[in-house]
């Protein structure tokens, strides 16, 4: 078989299970495979493809036409520029959450970050290497999350200290940033997400409980007893959350509300300044 014939079998497959990116995905897993780039399949796509090449290739197509994510397939998603290891114990890095790094980049330089719900570390790794901060510090309640996150940091050289616990469960310092990509889905519309989601990425690192803010409740109304004065908190959000979470931030003392969209023109992060009050 052919590199092209064994691609346009590849996509025939993943159009039939249902795939959204048939193409684009039988391109990427045959890149994977072979080590080749799309411009030399398409230059080259008369070689013919090795017996051993040709039945790798064929095993990942059939898993991703069970809607196993690509990354799982692969181990690795690119975020901000770098390549991150991703297994089933963590969400898969999006490029919404890069928005949320982008805010923090802008006020992170010489700051105690901490972030909680890391998950793969991709948010912690990325401010620590690109966002020259005095410390980043991250915790998780998954063992095996952490696992995932601290292989990052150390495949990429980025100075972070782990926790394991339930959000500041093993904290016991002061941050001048709290960023937090928490779980934020209601639990209702689990139900309704793509299988690639809901049926292999962890739920623990998805469900908000009831109305999905449940998080954001926890994280905004202990805040104050882990932020710095004039101390930040970022949170990423459902596109239709920005109204309860800054909501909960005012109510909670929080000053300087800022909502900012995605790349889809979509409320994505909201961000708040904490003000203590200092004794006359």
Same mark, same amino acid.
């Given at each position: ?102 805010? =923090? ?21 990325s401010i620590a290497k690109l966002g020259k901060p005095q ?23 980025? &100075?972070?200290?782990?926790? &394991? ?8 310092? %002061? ?13 209702? &519309? ?5 299988? &690639? ?6 739920v623990m690192a998805l469900d908000g409980a009831e109305d ?62 904490? =003000? %203590?009050?200092?004794?006359?």
């Open positions: 078989m052919t590199r092209r014939e064994a691609v346009q079998f590849a996509e025939k497959q993943l159009l039939q299970a249902g795939i959204a990116e048939a193409r684009l995905d039988a391109r990427y897993l045959f890149c994977y495979v072979t080590g080749l780039s799309q411009t030399q399949l398409m230059l080259d796509g008369e070689e013919l493809l090795s017996e051993d090449m040709c039945r790798h290739y064929e095993e990942l197509v059939e898993k991703r036409a069970e809607h196993i994510p690509l990354q799982h397939l692969t181990g690795e998603q690119e975020f901000m520029g770098m390549s991150f290891e991703v297994t089933p114990d963590v969400l898969v890095p999006r490029q919404d959450t890069e928005c949320l790094v982008e805010e =923090v980049l802008k006020y992170s330089e010489g700051k105690r970050v901490l972030d909680l719900c890391t998950g793969s570390g991709c948010i912690a790794v410390v980043v510090h991250a915790s998780d309640l998954s063992k095996a999350a952490l696992a995932v996150a601290e292989r990052n940091a150390g495949k990429l050289r980025a &100075e972070i200290r782990f926790f &394991e616990g339930d959000l500041y469960e093993a904290i016991s310092e %002061k941050y001048d940033i709290i960023v937090s990509n928490p779980p934020y889905i209601a639990t209702a &519309e689990l139900a309704g997400l793509m299988q &690639e989601v809901r049926l292999h990425e962890p999905g803010l449940l998080f954001y409740r926890r994280i905004i109304e202990a805040a104050h007893d882990y932020l710095m004065p004039d101390g930040m908190l970022f949170f990423e959000i459902g596109c239709n959350q920005a109204g309860a979470v800054s909501t909960l931030l005012l109510q909670n003392g929080f000053e300087s509300v800022q909502v900012r969209k995605d790349y889809a023109g979509l409320d994505r992060v909201v961000s708040a300044r904490w =003000v %203590k009050a200092v004794p006359l």
